[in-house]
């Protein structure tokens, strides 16, 4: 009988030394155990989990690499519910207007919702779930000139959402350029001429998340006024009156 025990003890041990017990684990979420390369870790430090391959599939690839970094198990829950409760109203989405080259940014107006899509992967999101936002030119190479100087750079967004509980920055044009400050004026703040196309996409993206969301109609026309006026080539947007 001793003998027994010895020998089970010596087996436990050489298998947890060869890590049997360390390499499995329980996706947290639908409780299928795992082996070490079936799971995907989420989340950080004390609130860190694992989900099964097909329970982390379950999490847009558009928004993937911030939720794994940030999301507690409790978020990625209520983005499964989010996800469930909106379904039909984000079915909904066609699209009014769009910009953007290497992430696209379209928004559709009429059901007040907007997507981003990248390498062929699309989310919609809607705009009572956005509590802020940037659409704007990030100056990164200056090319000082004979007689202009030429300020390169990326326009990009970037959106703050309650549901999903996610921060989003994305490049919408990686090659912007703007030739338009005299030589001299090297060190001053430029005055960088956005294109119609740029700029009609954030006067819509500002007439419907002042419209949609919550935080915007208290926030009144902030994003607006903050930008130069020009003429619009294209209508403004017929509706994002409604919440
Ligand atoms: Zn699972």
Not at 6 to 24: D, E, Q, W
Not at 30 to 37: E, I, R, S
Not at 56 to 69: C, G, H, L, Y
Not at 190 to 197: K, N, Q, R, S
Request: with cysteine; hydrophobic share 40%; glycine share 6%.
């Amino acid at each position: 009988m001793a003998l027994v025990i010895i020998i089970a003890i010596i087996v436990l041990i050489v298998m947890k030394h060869k890590g049997v017990f360390r390499k499995t684990a329980v996706c947290r979420h639908c409780g299928k155990v795992l082996k070490g390369t079936e799971q995907v870790v989420m989340g950080a430090g004390a609130s860190q989990y694992i989900l099964c391959r097909d329970c982390a599939a379950k999490i847009s690839p558009v928004i993937f690499d911030e939720a794994s970094a940030d999301w507690s198990y409790e978020d990625y829950a209520d983005y499964l519910v989010w996800e469930e409760e909106t379904k039909e109203e984000r079915a909904q989405f066609h699209e009014t207007d769009s910009y953007g080259f290497e992430t696209k940014l379209a928004v559709d107006a009429d059901h007040g919702l907007f997507s981003l899509m990248t390498e062929g992967n699309r989310q919609v999101f809607r705009f009572a779930d956005l509590t802020d936002y940037t659409i704007n030119f990030k100056e990164e190479v200056v090319d000082d000139g004979l007689l202009e100087s030429k300020v390169l750079g990326k326009e990009y967004i970037s959106v703050d959402l309650v549901r999903p509980k996610v921060y989003l920055e994305r490049v919408l044009n990686a090659a912007a350029g703007y030739s338009t400050t005299p030589k001299g004026r090297i060190n001053r703040k430029y005055e960088y001429d956005l294109t119609d196309a740029f700029e009609h996409i954030i006067k819509v993206f500002d007439v419907c998340f002042l419209s949609n969301s919550s935080a915007g109609r208290m926030r009144t026309a902030r994003a607006s006024t903050a930008r130069r006026s020009t003429t619009f080539r294209r209508p403004w947007p017929s509706s994002c009156s409604t919440a």
